[in-house]
């Protein structure tokens, strides 16, 4: 893991991007974007964060595609990645963990929740 960590947030919603982007940088985290399942594979192949933010529903790929893309890449497969989302049945949770999230957020989020559990995963491993 880099210092300071690099965190990939990948979401369609730009205002939950600034929320969390704010936060994160706020606390000394590295922070990369993304708008869609594509652009955020892009990104995380070329950057290979520690920690992707995932939102479910986007265009051109979804969350849990992206996840399993993730788990598969030999490179990245052991990336930390919190799925948010407002898909809170207990299918969906089950697809999330399917898919390989370590946590499933619904949203509305709390930014201090999301910052509390990127703590947690980021400084365990240093």
Do not use: W
Request: aromatic letters at 4%; one cysteine or more; hydrophobic letters at 35%.
């Amino acid at each position: 893991m880099r210092t300071p960590p690099l965190i990939l947030i990948v979401d369609d919603n730009p205002a939950n991007v600034e929320i969390l982007q704010m936060r994160l940088a706020a606390n000394n985290y590295e922070i990369i974007t993304a708008s869609d399942g594509e652009e955020g594979l892009t990104k995380a192949r070329n950057n290979q964060p520690d920690l992707i933010l995932l939102d479910i529903m986007m265009p051109k790929k979804d969350g849990y595609e992206v996840c399993q893309t993730v788990r598969q890449d030999p490179e990245l497969k052991d990336t930390h990645i919190i799925l948010l989302t407002a898909k809170g049945q207990e299918t969906d949770r089950s697809r999330g963990a399917s898919s390989g999230a370590l946590y499933y957020i619904t949203k509305p989020f709390d930014p201090d929740h999301i910052l509390e559990l990127a703590k947690k995963l980021l400084h365990l491993e240093q």
